[in-house]
């Protein structure tokens, strides 16, 4: 009973004092000084090599900077998984978005945070290419009968550039309108990027400022990129037509990159007759529309928002808040042109910003 009862408390004790690794020690006995020595074998068994030897069986503790050592180990594994997770989570977020899945927002590591908005009725706001503060309600009221006659030699040269580059317009897309559309859309948000990205450097280069002309040309981008947008939805382009998209494109926007830089005035009055030409365009659109040569299906979702329009609204109701902007930018451009030929600088002049 002694014995189980001591075996029984002997556990306990070594429970309590953590764990443990078994050894052996073998024990030496020196004749000369008669001290007994042990040298520990760890967790192997040592083994007498003579009578002179003694093996004691010990327990060795686990000590705590051995316990420190796996602690760490184990937190930096933890760590480890947990940015794998992190970024594994991030992945498949971007992927989610990409796909047009669930989970849009990527949370960023610099903190950036996802900006939401929502509509005045505080539905959820949709669009991410444009935001509830930058849409507006077109101006229906703008003259569209406009037109700036030709007098000088620029404007003359300018006129009939713009003339002699329909031509083929018109062969290519007759009356498919909705095709025209999306070809001339592309074209016309290239002037103003060019535009305003040679006035943003020529701000930076002469430490000036632009008079508030660099914001309205990139408004005037990015209001002819949104043309584009929703006649996207209208229009679906094919293979061929993608292939002439990238052509008149790269061919055009080096093209008045240089004008630009050789005549600002000229490169205004250009775009100037392009909107006219534009809004001819529309026009001719709206009477195939009311003819009923063209399907008068209902508005895209996106125009509906970014021009605040009905949610009954139609593609003629789409065509014509289109020409209006293109009558304004019209008006725009001609006016730039304008300021130069008068021998000022368009920083001279307060831009109109928000003229659409």
Known sequence: MMTRGATRMTRVVMGHMG?????????????????VGGVAAGLLHGFPANPSEKVAVTWVRHFSAMGSRSASTAALNDKQQEKESSDKKVENTATAAVNGGVGKSVVSYWGVPPSKATKPDGTEWKWNCFRPWETYEADMSIDLTKHHAPVTFLDKFAYWTVKI??????????????????MLETVAAVPGMVGGMLL???????FEQSGGWIKALLEEAENERMHLMTFMEVAKPNVYERALVFAVQGVFFNAYFAAYLISPKLAHRIV???????????????KELDNGNI??????????????????ATLR????????????HRDVNHYASDIHYQGQQLKDSPAPLGYH
């Not at 764990?19 to 008669?34: A, K």
């Not at 008068?296 to 021009?307: F, G, L, Q, R, S």
């Open 200 to 206: 943003h450097c020529k701000s930076l280069r002469r």
């Open 317 to 328: 109701d789409v065509v014509l808040v289109v020409r209006a902007d293109e009558a304004h």
């Open 165 to 182: 580059l329909r031509f083929p317009t018109d062969v290519f897309f007759q009356r498919r309108y909705g095709c025209r559309a999306m």
């Open 19 to 35: 764990t443990r690794y078994f050894s052996t020690t073998v024990l030496r006995n020196n004749p000369g000084t008669g001290v």
């Open 272 to 286: 100037g007759y392009l909107e006219e030409e534009a809004v001819h365009s529309y026009t001719e659109f709206l």
């Open 295 to 312: 399907e008068n299906v209902p508005a895209p979702a996106i125009a509906i928002d970014y021009w605040r329009l009905p949610k009954d």
